[in-house]
């Protein structure tokens, strides 16, 4: 069992950066980073696949997000700029077990962390 701890998030006013980190204790195939709004579903923000070579991202966060990862140190980041309330949420990280594309269901990964608090005031 892979566990995942992620760091970085905190308070931040619009337009603001934040630089979300997740330290996996062994090896994941692909990862993703998924957020969760008060009262809404869990949703896909950004992933990556195994090599590094493939990244995916929401349209909500297309050209002000970097998804990256570094599998010598077992580590995923997620850099966002220009953030808006609307990126208010709980930021997870996700790890899957077997090979496969990258998802963009949460139900295509395996592992995942507690979770990290993104909170963007106006």
């Known amino acids: 069992q892979v566990q995942l701890v992620e760091s970085g998030g905190g308070s931040v006013q619009a337009g603001g950066s934040l630089r979300l980190s997740c330290a996996a204790s062994?090896?994941?195939?692909?990862m993703g980073w998924f957020r969760q709004a008060p009262g809404k579903e869990r949703e896909f923000v950004a992933g990556i696949s195994w090599s590094g070579g493939s990244t995916y991202y929401a349209d909500s966060v297309k050209r002000r997000s970097t998804i990256s990862r570094d599998n010598d140190k077992n580590t995923l980041d997620l850099q966002m700029n220009s953030l808006k309330p609307e990126d208010t949420a709980v930021y997870y990280c996700?790890?899957?077990?077997?090979?496969?594309?990258?998802?963009?269901?949460?139900?295509?990964?395996?592992?995942w962390g507690q979770g990290t608090q993104v909170t963007v005031s106006s």
């Open positions: 062994g090896r994941t195939y692909a």
């Open positions: 996700a790890g899957a077990r077997t090979r496969a594309p990258v998802a963009t269901i949460s139900s295509a990964y395996d592992y």
